[in-house]
């Protein structure tokens, strides 16, 4: 192993130093992108806008300035310019070859953050569409607002966990039925649903 770095310029050098970090930035930013999505997927609360939608983050991938995008330029471009010179390709060749290919890695990232996040955008929930459904109560929501609750449901096709409020004057129990009003912040306000079992039995009383 030592033999390969026998004979190492100062361009080689730099090469490799540059390369090394981006590689490393590049391994770390994986890791968290995969421990992200799992946290994501495991965690069902999620919080909105006042107008139902979720809430962002910064470097999304949208703008041409990523971090992903250079790291992935300096790994990509380091390690071929250091493969180049090693095997005697001329500087001037070897340093256009490997701005070419970083570039072009730089590039390829940034089309497939933006593609994962077009992907993820047309699966994104519309909270505002469960106005109007009912759910049923996972921990009990104070009442006049004083508290929040959890309330479960299925909205778009997926179990969905979420906040709760309401103005009813008394606490609504651990699995009563509700109807979601509107979304209230990053929860939703929600107002008791008689159901058919409570109905009948009022009926009969009357």
Same mark, same amino acid.
Not at 52 to 71: A, E, N, Q
Not at 152 to 181: C, H, K, N
């Given at each position: 192993?030592?033999?390969?770095?026998?004979?190492?310029?100062?361009?080689?050098?730099?090469?490799?130093?540059?390369?090394?970090?981006?590689?490393?930035?590049?391994?770390?930013?994986? %890791?968290?992108?995969?421990?992200?999505?799992?946290?994501?997927?495991?965690?069902?609360?999620?919080?909105?806008?006042?107008?139902?939608?979720?809430?962002?983050?910064?470097?999304?991938?949208?703008?041409?300035?990523?971090?992903?995008?250079?790291?992935?330029?300096?790994?990509?471009?380091?390690?071929?310019?250091?493969?180049?010179?090693?095997?005697?390709?001329?500087?001037?060749?070897?340093?256009?070859?490997?701005?070419?290919?970083?570039?072009?890695?730089?590039?390829?990232?940034?089309?497939?953050?933006?593609?994962?996040?077009?992907?993820?955008?047309?699966?994104?929930?519309?909270?505002?569409?469960?106005?109007?459904?009912?759910?049923? %109560?996972? %921990?009990? %929501?104070?009442?006049?607002?004083?508290?929040?609750?959890?309330?479960?449901?299925?909205?778009?096709?997926?179990?969905?966990?979420?906040?709760?409020?309401?103005?009813?004057?008394?606490?609504?129990?651990?699995?009563?039925?509700?109807?979601?009003?509107?979304?209230?912040?990053?929860?939703?306000?929600?107002?008791?649903?008689?159901?058919?079992?409570?109905?009948?039995?009022? $009926?009969? $009383?009357?």
């Amino acid at each position: 192993m030592g033999e390969w770095f026998e004979g190492f310029g100062a361009l080689e050098w730099t090469y490799f130093v540059l390369a090394c970090i981006g590689t490393l930035f590049l391994l770390v930013q994986i %890791v968290l992108m995969i421990v992200g999505a799992a946290e994501g997927d495991a965690d069902l609360d999620t919080d909105t806008d006042g107008d139902g939608s979720p809430d962002t983050h910064t470097d999304t991938g949208l703008s041409l300035f990523t971090t992903k995008g250079l790291t992935a330029f300096f790994a990509i471009g380091g390690w071929t310019g250091l493969i180049l010179l090693r095997y005697g390709m001329h500087a001037g060749i070897a340093v256009g070859v490997s701005l070419a290919a970083g570039l072009a890695a730089y590039i390829i990232v940034w089309l497939v953050i933006r593609l994962i996040l077009r992907l993820q955008d047309d699966g994104t929930l519309n909270y505002s569409s469960a106005i109007g459904m009912q759910a049923t %109560v996972y %921990v009990s %929501v104070p009442p006049a607002r004083s508290g929040r609750g959890k309330i479960t449901f299925v909205l778009q096709g997926r179990y969905t966990e979420a906040d709760a409020v309401t103005d009813e004057a008394e606490r609504i129990p651990v699995d009563s039925v509700v109807t979601v009003i509107s979304v209230q912040g990053d929860a939703f306000l929600v107002k008791k649903t008689e159901n058919l079992a409570d109905a009948s039995e009022k $009926n009969q $009383n009357q």
